[in-house]
Each structure stands twice: as structure tokens, then as C-alpha cells.
């Protein structure tokens, strides 16, 4: 063997794991910087008592221990269940739109574009809007809740009874949008011959898009749910411009607290705040874990 | 077809959905509409109580040249393009090489690696939040864009290696074999044969991430302060308390900061579409 085949050859024999390894170096770096370390460190940072600047004190499960006595801790979990449990109406409503729209009259395309363009818009716009939307006495919504005689006193996000509802329906809006666009590729291919069959089996409307068309969407289902879960725990922006947390502290949920407690006027306490993202981190890693099963599951069957 | 085609149905049924469909869509634009309504309205028009009638005149002009020349908006608005542009870049550039790597060879720890990507791109931002600030101070780029765009860059990996990962499983593997046969180098079998093939992924990504990018608030507010750093979607805030209730040039604020990603949609509506519903068809 001549040396300079052997020098080749070291590299040329390895190929196939150094091309992915030299391809993933890269990318594995800015992300373990930037998101996997990080995570350890809240963890870590959650152990003490620190202001983000001076000295960090060790306090062990010191502000866990104080998040369970903590009243707006248990206003903001509470709120996220009411989010993640609305949220999900985006998707039957998506589904709803979709099934409106698909259809092929002159136009559709555009009116499709249309219906979806919600989405598109930032969190930030859609929260402003919305506040105008809902502003008391001349707000539209209070013009027409006013036509039938129901009026919420200091209007809806004024109320802490009906503030969060608000900023939930705010949210629902883009993310209907976003179901809606799923479901209408979902239905573009549902094969139609099942539905030829269907037909001829007797069924139809309800009983066919629950036998038929539903099974045959379950992709988009899935890919439905996991975007509006996710959307629903990450729920920040809407609440920060539509409400800042109030009235009374009424609509904070557990990513607005942790922010509030970690770095705004309400003080620096970075330990407390990596306690609440800890939890909120804990509650999102159970979907993770389900919705990565999932997925290990049709990998496992699409194995080539 | 499911729901049955309008047009095997009644002339009566037919005439109903035509109709139907744009009185529904109305209702469903009710929130903008009426802001688009307020951002031509004068001043006087609110003042006066005026909020839902006929504007008493037409404030186009004199509205939306107050937000381009009486604030820091076009500041935002670059500071928007010099963020977000810089960021598609790079995690794009980054993802089409991890998506290849793993999309391509078999390794151990291969799957292990693209769940991580994928779990990670799901997490609260909150979990993150006190580490990637503390980091982003220390290296003396805090209140910078480009504190920003290293982490949006980072973050986004995530998603667009699960994206081009699985873009790239679909393509033909015959090809790759084929050119593995004839000698062709790892690295020019991506950059040759794969690269080419990944257009319209790269195409999708792009304007998704673009969006996404642009409408981002959260990061925005704890990496950066003020006018020199700040996209737009955080300066609308001090735009807003700069006009306070001045309904007219708030909301003509905000429509100018929404734009440039509905601009986007709607020039590519193709690509975004085929982007967000990636996996949605089997």
C-alpha cells in the first residue's frame, strides 16, 4: 500500500461519518449554546435567589416551596388551563371554515387567502386591533353586545371576570386561521373514490365526514394540535399588549409572571422566574414527550 | 369531493354560497376593517365621537406620512429588515446542512439528534430566557441586532431542520446512490445534487421564517431597548404611547408594521402555504 493512498484513505474511509458530522457541527453549536444549555441553567439558576446582577444566594427548592403559597402562581396555571382548553376550539373551528370553503366558485382562491390572512399578522398588531376592538362604549364589540342588550361593565378587558375570555378569543383568531389552512390541504387530499364509496354505502354529511373524511385528516389533525398546544402555552404577546397581566393581575399566565417577576418594574428575581419557567417548561415537556412518540412512531414506519 | 360541490346542488343553493362567502369573510376581517377604517379618519372624527360613521374626511395621506416622518417607525422598520433578513440567512444556510445530514446518512444517535432539534424548537421561550439575556450581556451585545439575530438564527434551527430533514427524506435516494457510484464526493453531492433539488424548500423557509422573524415581540423586548436595536413590533409600543390615544395614527402604525410580512404572504403565497402545511397530507 503507497503512502499517499493510505493518507486519502483515512478520510475517504470515514466519509460517511465525518460528511454528517462536519454538516450537523455547525448547527448542533448555535443551538446547544442558544437552547439546550440554557435550559440546564435555568434549572440551575432556580436554586437561588439572585437579582441578576450581584451575588447569587443558594436557597435548594426555596422558591419552588414559595410558588405553591404563591396566589398569582395559581391565577396564572389556572389561566394557562383555560387557555390550552379554548385554544383547542381553533381547531373544530378551522375545520368548519375549511369545510366552508372548499368549494371552487370564482374567486375562492382569493377568499381563501383571505380568511387565512389573520395568521399573518404579528401577535402585536392582532393584540391592538383587538383592545380597539373591544374598547367600552365605542368599541365595536360593545356596539353590537350593546344591540342586544348585554354590557360588561368596564368592557371586556377591563373586567377581570372577562378579561382573559378576551385576550383567549384574540388568540383564537390567527390560529382558526392557521387550523383552517391545515384542514383545507387535508381535504384536498382525501382520496375520492372512499368518497364515491361512502356515498354508495349510504352515507353522508355528518356521518360521512366522521367516518370518512375525519380518519383520512388525521395527519393534519395531528399537525393541528401540536401548533395550537404549543401556541396556547406560549401565549405572551397578546396578554403583554392587550392587558399587561391586569386588571387585578387577572389574566397573567405562567410565561407573563415568569417574565414579570424576572425582569420588569416588579423586580429582578431571576431564581423566582426560572422556578415558574421550570414548571411551564414541565408542563410543555409532557406534549413534547407525546407529541416526539408520536413522531418515533411513524418514523419507525417509514424506516427504509 | 367533501363537502359536495356546490355546483351539483340546487341554483337557490348555488346563489346562497355566493353570497354567503363574502358577507362571512366581512365579518371574519370585522376587527381590521375597522382599523383600517380609524387609520384614514382625522383626529377630529374621534374627538368628536365620530368613531363608526362615514370618516368626515379622508386622512390617507396626512395619516400614514405622520408615522413615515414625524417618528422613529422608519428606524423600527429597518431595524425589522436588518434582523430578520440576516436571520433567514443563517438558518437557512444552517438547516439545509443539518436537514442533509441527517436526511441523507444513517449514524447512531442520527434520530436521537433530530428530536433534540425538534424538542427544542418547542420549548417555553421562558426557560431560555435568563440564560440567552445573561449571555447576550456578556458578550457585549445586548440593546444590538445582532444579539438578536444569533439567537433568532439559533432557535430557528430548530424548526428548519425538522423541515428540511423531512424535505429531504422525500426526495429520491436512487439519485444519491447513483452519484455515490460514479465517485462524486460527499460534499459536491450536496452541493450538486441535493442543493438544486431543495429550492422550494429553501423558498418556503424563507418566507416563513421571514414572517415569523418579523412578527416577534417576546425577544425583542428582553435582548434590546430602544430605538437603535429595536424592531418594529416592540417600537409600535413607544410609537403608541408616543400618539396616546390618537386612534388614527396608531392604527395606521400598526398597518404599516403588519405589512411587509402580508406583503410577503401574498407574493408567495405558494411557498408559504406549502411551508405551514408541510406534513399536513401524507
Redesign the interface.
Given at each position: 500500500m503507497s503512502t499517499a493512498q493510505s493518507d486519502m484513505s483515512w478520510a475517504r474511509r470515514n466519509?460517511?461519518?465525518l460528511?454528517?458530522?462536519l454538516?450537523?457541527a455547525?448547527?448542533?453549536l448555535?443551538?446547544a449554546?442558544?437552547?439546550?444549555?440554557?435550559?440546564g441553567?435555568?434549572f440551575n439558576?432556580s436554586l437561588y435567589e439572585w437579582d441578576?446582577l450581584g451575588e447569587a444566594t443558594y436557597v435548594g427548592i426555596g422558591n419552588y416551596q414559595e410558588l405553591v403559597g404563591d396566589r398569582a402562581f395559581e391565577i396564572s396555571l389556572w389561566n394557562n388551563v383555560k387557555w390550552l382548553a379554548l385554544y383547542l376550539l381553533a381547531i373544530p373551528a378551522g375545520l368548519f371554515i375549511a369545510?366552508?370553503?372548499?368549494?371552487?366558485?370564482v374567486g375562492?382562491r382569493l377568499?381563501k387567502?383571505?380568511?387565512?390572512?389573520?395568521f399573518?399578522?404579528?401577535?402585536?398588531?392582532v393584540g391592538?386591533?383587538?383592545s380597539?376592538?373591544y374598547l367600552p362604549n365605542?368599541g365595536?364589540f360593545d356596539?353590537i353586545t350593546g344591540w342586544f342588550g348585554i354590557d360588561v361593565r368596564g368592557g371586556i378587558l377591563g373586567n377581570p371576570n372577562t378579561a382573559t375570555y378576551g385576550i383567549i378569543a384574540a388568540g383564537l383568531?390567527p390560529q382558526t386561521a392557521?387550523c383552517m389552512?391545515?384542514y383545507l390541504?387535508?381535504?384536498?387530499?382525501?382520496d375520492?373514490e372512499q368518497?364515491e364509496a361512502g356515498r354508495l354505502d349510504g352515507a353522508k354529511g355528518w356521518r360521512?365526514?366522521w367516518h370518512?373524511?375525519l380518519p383520512q385528516l388525521k395527519?393534519?389533525t395531528f399537525?393541528a394540535f401540536?401548533v395550537t398546544i404549543?401556541g396556547a402555552?406560549?401565549s405572551?404577546?397578546l396578554i403583554?399588549?392587550m392587558t399587561n397581566g391586569g386588571p387585578f393581575g387577572s389574566t397573567r399566565v405562567?410565561?407573563f409572571y415568569?417574565?414579570e417577576k424576572?425582569?420588569s418594574e416588579y423586580g429582578f428575581r431571576?431564581g423566582y422566574?426560572?422556578a415558574?419557567?421550570?414548571v411551564?417548561?414541565l408542563i410543555?415537556l409532557v406534549?413534547?414527550g407525546y407529541?416526539?412518540w408520536q413522531?418515533?412512531q411513524d418514523?419507525k414506519a417509514?424506516r427504509? | 369531493m367533501f363537502p359536495t360541490p356546490i355546483e351539483k346542488r340546487s341554483r337557490g343553493a348555488q346563489v346562497t354560497y355566493q353570497a354567503l362567502v363574502p358577507l362571512v369573510l366581512i365579518m371574519w376581517l370585522l376587527p381590521l376593517l375597522a382599523v383600517a377604517l380609524f387609520s384614514v379618519r382625522p383626529l377630529a372624527d374621534f374627538t368628536n365621537g365620530n368613531y363608526w360613521g362615514m370618516p368626515t374626511s379622508f386622512e390617507f395621506f396626512t395619516n400614514y406620512g405622520k408615522v413615515f416622518l414625524e417618528s422613529d417607525m422608519p428606524r423600527y422598520m429597518l431595524n425589522s429588515v436588518l434582523i430578520t433578513v440576516p436571520t433567514v440567512i443563517g438558518a437557512v444556510a444552517l438547516s439545509c446542512m443539518t436537514g442533509f445530514a441527517l436526511g441523507i446518512y444513517r449514524f447512531r444517535g442520527n434520530l436521537l439528534i433530530f428530536f433534540m432539534f425538534i424538542a427544542g424548537n418547542f420549548v417555553p421561550f421562558q426557560i431560555l430566557m435568563v440564560p440567552v439575556r445573561d449571555l447576550t450581556v456578556s458578550a457585549g451585545l445586548y440593546d444590538t441586532k445582532l444579539g438578536l439575530v444569533l439567537f433568532h438564527i439559533a432557535f430557528q434551527t430548530g424548526f428548519c431542520t425538522l423541515f428540511m430533514r423531512n424535505f429531504i427524506r422525500a426526495l429520491p435516494f436512487e439519485l444519491i446512490e447513483a452519484a455515490r457510484v460514479e465517485g462524486i464526493a460527499e460534499w459536491r453531492i450536496f452541493w450538486y445534487v441535493v442543493l438544486p433539488l431543495m429550492k422550494p424548500a429553501i423558498a418556503a423557509l424563507s418566507v416563513l421564517i421571514f414572517t415569523f422573524i418579523w412578527n416577534d415581540y417576546f425577544w425583542a423586548i428582553v435582548l434590546t431597548q430602544g430605538p437603535d436595536a429595536q424592531p418594529v413590533t416592540a417600537g409600535i409600543t413607544s410609537f403608541n404611547s408616543q400618539f396616546v390615544a390618537q386612534y388614527h395614527l396608531m392604527s395606521a402604525g400598526s398597518i404599516v408594521a403588519a405589512l411587509p410580512p402580508v406583503a410577503m404572504f401574498f407574493l408567495m403565497q405558494r411557498h408559504f402555504i406549502a411551508g405551514l402545511t408541510l406534513g399536513a397530507v401524507k
Open positions: 466519509r460517511m461519518i460528511t454528517p458530522l454538516f450537523l455547525p448547527g448542533i448555535f443551538f449554546i442558544y437552547v439546550i444549555i440554557p435550559i441553567q435555568s439558576i441578576g369545510l366552508f370553503l372548499n368549494q371552487t366558485i375562492i377568499y387567502s383571505l380568511f387565512f390572512f389573520p399573518v399578522l404579528s401577535q402585536v398588531v391592538l386591533v383587538f380597539w376592538f365605542v365595536l356596539i383568531w392557521y389552512i391545515l390541504t387535508g381535504l384536498n387530499a382525501v375520492p368518497i360521512m365526514l370518512v373524511i395527519p393534519a399537525i401540536v404549543i402555552l406560549r405572551f404577546d403583554s399588549i405562567l410565561s415568569m417574565f424576572a425582569l431571576m422566574g426560572s415558574i419557567a421550570v411551564l417548561f410543555m406534549f413534547i407529541f416526539l413522531m418515533y418514523e417509514a427504509r | -
